[in-house]
C-alpha cells in the first residue's frame, strides 16, 4: 500500500544530505570527541563545525550552543539548571504558557514542588499569548519567563521577538522552545533578545535523540547531568557525535531552504484546508489563521471521534495524529484544546496533520476523498446532533 505520513510534528525522516554528513562517523571516524588523539581530533573538529552550523542557523556563537539528547532534556536543563543556579536568591517565580509541549509544563511541576510559583498565561483563542498579560505578571520575584516559539498542535507561532523584549526590559531571562519553529519562522536570538533555545534533531529531519540548547555566554545556569567535563563542564557524558553532525547539518538546511520550504509548504497546507472545507462541512480550523506554522493543519470535525477516524485513515495508508489528546485512551481533551476553549465535544473530534514538503496535490486529493468518506460514516453512527456542536468555520 501507497503510504502518506501526515505526522511531520510528531517526527521526520533523516534527509540523505544529513544521513550522508553523518555516516562517516558510525564507521571510520568513531572516536570519543574528548579523546586527545587523532580520531579523537577529528571527532571534535565535527563537533566544532556542528556547532557552527546550528550558531548560524538561530544568529548566536558557536561556544553558545551545547548538545543534548533533544528537545525535552533542552527543556528541562534551561529551566531547572536556571532554579539550580539561583536557588539561594528570592526570586522564585516563573512564568510560563498554558500551551507549552509537556516537557516544559511537568518540569514547572517540578519546580513547583520545590517551591517555585509558576503562573501558567492563558492564549486567546487563536493560541496567542498576550503581550498585556505577561506584563501583569512580571514581578521583582520573577526569575524566568519561558514561552514556546511555535505551538506542536495548533501550529500558532508566538510574537517571540516583543515576548523576548517585554521579558528582557524587565531583566528578567527569557527561554523559549523552538523545537517546531526552526526552518520555518526566522530566528535571530540576539536582535530578538532570546537567551536561551531549545531545538531538535528529528523534528527538522535530522536524526533522533540529539538536540540543542543555546545558552547566551552571560546567563548563568547550572548543569542537571553530572559527569564528564563535555559541553564546557556543562552536560556530562560522551557526546553523540553522528548525532550532533546529523543536527548541524539538518540546521543548516532548514535555514538554508526556510523561505521555499514555507512557500510550497503554505500553498500545500492551504490547498489541503480549502479542500476539506469545500467538501466536508462542519469543520474548523485551529490555530492562527496566518501566524501559523506552513505545515500545520488541526482540524476539528463535529460529530466525529477523533480516535475513530485516525484509525480509519491509518486502514488506509494515511498517518495523522490525534495530538497529545486521549493519548491513554482516556476522554481528556488535550490541554493545548482546553487552553483555546475548543469545546469538549469539538476537541474530540480533533486531528492533527503536519504535511511535509514531499507531499503533492495528488496526496491531498486521495486524502480527503478519504477524509469525506471516513467523516461521513462516522456521523452516520454518531450519537452526538449538530445542535450539540459549537461554533464551525463552514456548515
Ligand atoms: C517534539 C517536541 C519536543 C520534544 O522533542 P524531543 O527531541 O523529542 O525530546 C519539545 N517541544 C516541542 C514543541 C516539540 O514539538
Request: aromatic share 6%; charged share 20%.
Amino acid at each position: 500500500m501507497n503510504r502518506i505520513y501526515l505526522d511531520s510534528a510528531a517526527s521526520t525522516f533523516v534527509s540523505s544530505e544529513v544521513l550522508n554528513e553523518m555516516m562517516p562517523y558510525f564507521t571510520n571516524m568513531y572516536g570519543n570527541s574528548s579523546s586527545l588523539h587523532s580520531f579523537g581530533r577529528e571527532a571534535n573538529d565535527a563537533l566544532d563545525t556542528a556547532r557552527e552550523r546550528i550558531a548560524n542557523a538561530i544568529g548566536a556563537k558557536p561556544n553558545e550552543i551545547y548538545f543534548t539528547s533533544g528537545a525535552t532534556e533542552s527543556n528541562n536543563w534551561a529551566l531547572l539548571g536556571i532554579a539550580n543556579f539561583y536557588k539561594n536568591s528570592d526570586k522564585k517565580h516563573i512564568i510560563t504558557s498554558q500551551i507549552e509541549h509537556p516537557s516544559v509544563l511537568e518540569t514547572c511541576k517540578q519546580l513547583e514542588s520545590m517551591g517555585y510559583k509558576v503562573t501558567y498565561l492563558p492564549v486567546d483563542s487563536e493560541g496567542l499569548v498576550s503581550i498585556a498579560e505577561l506584563l501583569h505578571n512580571l514581578n521583582n520575584d520573577t526569575l524566568m519567563v519561558s514561552i514556546m516559539s511555535a505551538n506542536n498542535e495548533i501550529g500558532t507561532i508566538q510574537n517571540i521577538k516583543a515576548i523576548a523584549q517585554t521579558v528582557k526590559e524587565r531583566g528578567v531571562i527569557f527561554h523559549t522552545d523552538a523545537t517546531q519553529a526552526i526552518g520555518a519562522v526566522n530566528i535571530n536570538v540576539k536582535e530578538m533578545g532570546i537567551d536561551m533555545l531549545t531545538l531538535s534533531g528529528h523534528k527538522i529531519n535530522g536524526p533522533k535523540g540529539i538536540g540543542a540548547l543555546y545558552i547566551a555566554n552571560n546567563v548563568n545556569i547550572s548543569p542537571i547531568i553530572f559527569g564528564g567535563h563535555q559541553e564546557r563542564g556543562l552536560r556530562g557524558g560522551t557526546v553523540n557525535v553522528p548525532g550532533a553532525v546529523g543536527l548541524g547539518k539538518a540546521c543548516e538546511i532548514a535555514c538554508r531552504d526556510i523561505i521555499i520550504n514555507s512557500q510550497k509548504l503554505r500553498r500545500m497546507r492551504d490547498y489541503f484546508v480549502d479542500k476539506v472545507m469545500e467538501t466536508i462541512p462542519y469543520v474548523k480550523l485551529n490555530g492562527h489563521k496566518f501566524q501559523r506554522l506552513p505545515n500545520s493543519i488541526c482540524l476539528s470535525f463535529g460529530m466525529v471521534e477523533a480516535e475513530a477516524l485516525m484509525m480509519m485513515l491509518d486502514l488506509e495508508g494515511i498517518a495523522v495524529s490525534v495530538g497529545s489528546a486521549c493519548s491513554t485512551g482516556a476522554v481528556e481533551p488535550s490541554h493545548v484544546l482546553k487552553a483555546i476553549k475548543l469545546s469538549p465535544e469539538l476537541a474530540a473530534g480533533t486531528i492533527r496533520i503536519t504535511i511535509s514538503k514531499s507531499i503533492t496535490k495528488e496526496d491531498i486529493d486521495f486524502v480527503v476523498e478519504k477524509l469525506e468518506v471516513i467523516v461521513k460514516k462516522l456521523r452516520a453512527i454518531s450519537p452526538l446532533t449538530k445542535a450539540s456542536i459549537g461554533e464551525f468555520d463552514n456548515v
